[in-house]
């Protein structure tokens, strides 16, 4: 019996008792940011934790918007009340707490890295580092969006469904109904990078969630505690509520920012993050 291997050059056979060797690679295998990407994108398909926060963040938006509705649905709006009910708002209320989910995951994208030593054999691989966090933030804002689409319209469709039994629903066609239910979808997309951020900045799980409950619920309820107008100004720009403008239709002026502007500054808020994360990570401390 002969076996066979590979080496530069091609095939050679071997005797019974001489074992094959493994393939030898004679061209330069080129280091570049979508061989970077693919990586993590394996890395995150094979991470059971980050699974069951995708699972989370389904459930969280679709399972919270229907049930704020039927909440809503048993005591439904009166008067002045009712005129400015804004039903995609509540169908989409999930992301409150999705936010969370989603951005846990994006944290531990590398925090787990970390915590197991793995991050050395990344860089070992990625010399330059700064692909490796780019890969990241890519794998999570594109995979989180695509998991996110479908259960922000499941949330649309189920939260609409029960608001319609006491004529409170809207439809999908509407003005500025579209824009509200993608644009969720998009925000807890970010938020996921921003959990990036906040796991390569402190490289510490813990760290990193207790500093995403700081930026998307301190800072908010900080802002609401300052007495009169300024409070509430400075709780239209903070990172939760300026990039939440984006689900409701018509978000209010005095309390928010308009949607896009609001969805622009969390993105904002998280470049930065984002930014201070690459400059520690360029120094080279693993």
Request: with cysteine; glycine share 12%; hydrophobic share 55%.
């Amino acid at each position: 019996m002969t076996t066979l291997s590979y080496h530069q050059h091609g095939p050679r056979q071997h005797g019974p008792h001489q074992p094959a060797r493994l393939p030898v690679y004679s061209l330069p295998q080129r280091v570049t940011q979508g061989r970077v990407i693919a990586a993590e994108w394996i890395k995150l398909r094979t991470q059971r934790s980050a699974l069951w926060a995708g699972a989370g963040a389904i459930g969280l938006t679709a399972g919270f918007g229907v049930l704020y509705a039927a909440l809503l649905a048993a005591r439904p709006p009166h008067g002045a009340a009712a005129a400015a009910f804004d039903p995609t708002a509540v169908s989409l209320s999930g992301i409150q707490l999705a936010q969370i989910a989603v951005g846990v995951l994006g944290a531990m994208l590398i925090t787990s890295e970390y915590g197991s030593g793995m991050i050395r054999a990344t860089f070992a691989a990625v010399p330059r580092r700064l692909p490796v966090l780019w890969g990241k933030a890519a794998v999570a804002l594109a995979t989180v969006f695509a998991v996110c689409v479908p259960a922000v319209l499941i949330a649309f469709f189920a939260g609409q469904s029960v608001l319609a039994k006491v004529g409170l629903d809207t439809s999908l066609g509407q003005p500025g109904v579209a824009r509200a239910v993608l644009g969720s979808a998009a925000y807890l997309a970010v938020a996921a990078v921003l959990g990036v951020g906040l796991g390569a900045l402190l490289r510490n799980t813990a760290a990193a969630v207790t500093a995403l409950f700081g930026l998307l619920f301190g800072l908010q309820i900080l802002a609401g505690l300052i007495p009169g107008a300024t409070g509430v100004t400075l709780e239209k720009f903070m990172p939760s509520t300026a990039g939440q403008a984006i689900a409701s239709v018509h978000p209010d002026p005095g309390t928010s920012l308009g949607p896009w502007a609001g969805l622009g500054l969390f993105t904002v808020y998280t470049v930065i993050v984002l930014a201070v994360a690459a400059r520690r990570m360029s120094r080279g401390d693993a």
